[in-house]
């Protein structure tokens, strides 16, 4: 039960939330593993390796975890995906392939809006998979299968365990229905990504400073990326704007001189998240741009492609996995941002950790 979750040593859930990701990673990697293999249920993976394209529905940051999860399942596990916000699809329901899979990506597993789509799709006779961390929930009930994230309760509105927990599963998934990816690499990259996240959560100071120093009195803030760098930029944004109350956006780097550089003025903090090789001078060339006209940046980097000015470099993780380290340090910003102005971090105002209203 919820109300039995203890804070212990941490004065607030999201901060004891960010820090348990690589003990979650390590639990869904023991979930799955069965006979010294990471495995999900056979049924599941044909269903999924049958259909000819997935249709990931969600909100909020599940969403954006579906964004991931599409890059994952194409590049690893080969297999087209379309990503919706589950409140859209509702009216806005695309033309959907011969024999489509949906996926509900859903922490709760009660989010009114997903559910909507469940209902409807079940009545055009399609098949249906959930995402969720609670055994039981709705979405996982009415779906014909169920995985599930083993993230543990999850108390704090701002979602980070469960961002990570869904992009760790949504990678045994990818590599268990493609052959990109074999056992002993998916084991090893994601035991490496566990190892890594535990180093970043180990540098709380820096990321109390680059907070204190940059989004203390802000206006707005933005987040740059290219690539999956991008999809990390719209959950990093989410996560500052939800408990910082700073009007913060993501955007594609390469985006940012058709419009949003108009917005750059003196002291409007940036940062860019650069965590792979073949964008990397292109979004490098976007924070001088920003630094030009006067912008204070912020380079997040893997460290493989990163360069001495960089305010966080990042161990090197596989290419494709890298939201899942490169988010903590974004998640990290917002918290100590939230400190920084004095609010009130696990409750911010107007959201609710589920919304079961439409
Ligand atoms: C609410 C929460 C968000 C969450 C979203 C989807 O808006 O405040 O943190 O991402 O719902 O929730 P779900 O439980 O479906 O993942």
Redesign the pocket.
């Known amino acids: 039960d919820a109300n039995d979750i203890e804070k212990g040593v941490y004065p607030h859930f999201m901060l004891k939330e960010i820090d348990e990701q690589p003990f979650v990673i390590r639990r869904i990697i023991q979930e799955y593993e069965k006979d010294g293999k990471l495995q999900i249920d056979q049924e599941i993976v044909d269903t999924v390796k049958e259909s000819d394209r997935i249709y990931i529905i ?5 969403y954006n975890a579906g964004l991931i999860g599409k890059q994952l399942l194409e590049k690893i596990g080969n297999k087209p995906v379309e990503v919706h916000i589950a409140s859209e699809f509702v009216y806005n329901t695309p033309i959907v392939s011969k024999k489509p899979l949906f996926l509900f ?7 009114a809006d ?1 559910r909507a789509v469940l209902v409807k799709i079940k009545k055009l006779g399609y098949k249906s998979l959930t995402l969720t961390n609670v055994e039981g929930s709705t979405l996982s009930r009415e779906a014909d299968y169920t995985l599930l994230l083993h993230a543990g309760p999850e108390i704090a ?3 980070t365990k ?1 961002y990570t927990a869904n992009i760790a599963v949504l990678t045994i998934l990818s590599a268990l229905i493609g052959d990109n990816m074999n056992h002993e690499e998916l084991h090893h990259e994601l035991s490496i990504v566990a190892t890594v996240i535990e180093s970043i959560c180990d540098e709380k100071e820096l990321f109390d400073e680059i907070a204190g120093k940059y989004l203390k009195d802000t206006r707005n803030c933005f987040y740059i990326g290219r690539h999956i760098d991008y999809y990390v930029a719209l959950e990093a944004a989410l996560k500052l704007k939800e408990i910082s109350y700073i009007q913060t956006e993501g955007f594609a780097a390469g985006e940012l001189k058709h419009g949003t550089i108009a917005l750059i003025e003196k002291g409007t903090p940036v940062i860019a998240v650069i965590s792979q090789d073949e964008i990397n001078l292109n979004t490098r060339s976007n924070v001088k741009e920003v630094k030009s006209r006067g912008g204070n940046t912020v380079v997040i980097s893997q460290k493989s492609i990163s360069q001495k000015t960089d305010q966080v470099i990042i161990d090197d993780v596989h290419p494709t996995l890298t939201p899942l380290v490169t988010i903590v340090p974004t998640q990290l910003i917002a918290y100590y941002a939230a400190l920084h102005r004095d609010l009130d971090i696990d409750k911010p105002r107007n ?5 079961t209203v439409e």
């Open positions: 969600a909100a909020g940051t599940s990506v859903s922490q709760s597993g009660e989010t997903c509105v701002a979602s469960a959201l609710a950790k589920s919304v």
